[in-house]
């Protein structure tokens, strides 16, 4: 089993548990009320809406990418592409997420500026880096059937699979052993954290360790 897989079934679990554990101390807490029925059906109602919008929105990352480039005589990373889609499918808003960068010494926070297909072009050619500064991030879309990533910018199939992109800053580009925090931060659902690790640039694209 692959870590993406450990960490949905983990994740799974916790949500499950939680729900029951939330459930139980609800009606625990409103058995001794007899007069308050109809509220205490409506407050679990709405506490298990809440959990299970927290379950449904996490964000899975499936493949983590980078590009060396020559900076000030050195290769480092300036480009990031991560892999990603919905959990299960459920209206993921890309307008209302952010990504914070922290390499230790510096943190970082990017907000959202457009989604593309990727049609002919390959990943670190298409045309959307060119609107990407150091504090923006954007998705090329690679399965959505809808086209919901393009045109209305939500992510809202478990089948939707985009690549999330964005240039590093200058001070913060990656030379080999660099790490850095990635975290995703959807507007409601589940952060997701991911640890970069640049390993040596034997080539120009290369995959996270």
Same mark, same amino acid.
């Given at each position: 089993?692959?870590?993406?897989?450990? $960490?949905?079934?983990?994740?799974?679990?916790?949500?499950?548990?939680? $729900?029951?554990?939330?459930?139980?101390?609800?009606?625990?807490?409103?058995?001794?009320?007899?007069?308050?029925?109809?509220?205490?059906?409506?407050?679990?109602?709405?506490?298990?809406?809440?959990?299970?919008?927290?379950?449904?929105?996490?964000?899975?990352?499936?493949?983590?990418?980078?590009?060396?480039?020559?900076?000030?005589?050195?290769?480092?990373? &300036?480009?990031?592409?991560?892999?990603?889609? *919905?959990?299960? &499918?459920?209206?993921?808003?890309?307008?209302?997420?952010? $990504?914070?960068?922290?390499?230790?010494?510096?943190?970082?926070?990017?907000?959202?500026?457009?989604?593309?297909?990727?049609?002919?072009?390959?990943?670190?050619?298409?045309?959307?880096?060119?609107?990407?500064?150091?504090?923006?991030?954007?998705?090329?879309? $690679?399965?959505?059937?809808?086209?919901?990533?393009?045109?209305?910018?939500?992510?809202?199939?478990?089948?939707?699979?985009?690549?999330?992109?964005?240039?590093? *800053?200058?001070? +913060?580009? +990656?030379?080999?052993?660099?790490?850095?925090?990635?975290?995703?931060? *959807?507007?409601?659902?589940?952060?997701?954290?991911?640890?970069?690790?640049?390993?040596?640039? +034997?080539?120009?694209?290369?995959?996270?360790?």
């Amino acid at each position: 089993m692959g870590r993406g897989s450990v $960490i949905t079934v983990m994740i799974l679990f916790i949500s499950i548990l939680l $729900i029951g554990i939330t459930v139980s101390s609800v009606l625990t807490e409103t058995t001794t009320d007899t007069n308050s029925g109809d509220a205490t059906d409506y407050n679990l109602d709405q506490i298990t809406d809440e959990i299970v919008n927290e379950i449904t929105s996490y964000i899975q990352i499936k493949d983590e990418k980078g590009k060396f480039s020559e900076i000030n005589g050195e290769k480092r990373i &300036s480009k990031i592409a991560l892999l990603v889609s *919905p959990l299960v &499918s459920q209206n993921i808003d890309l307008t209302q997420m952010t $990504i914070q960068l922290d390499n230790g010494e510096s943190v970082r926070i990017l907000n959202y500026i457009d989604s593309r297909n990727l049609e002919s072009n390959s990943i670190f050619d298409h045309f959307l880096w060119d609107n990407l500064t150091g504090n923006e991030f954007g998705l090329i879309s $690679i399965t959505d059937l809808d086209d919901s990533i393009a045109n209305l910018d939500a992510m809202n199939e478990n089948s939707d699979n985009a690549y999330l992109i964005f240039k590093l *800053p200058l001070d +913060m580009a +990656m030379k080999k052993y660099d790490k850095m925090v990635v975290t995703l931060l *959807p507007s409601s659902g589940i952060t997701i954290h991911t640890l970069l690790k640049a390993p040596m640039p +034997m080539s120009s694209i290369v995959t996270f360790e």
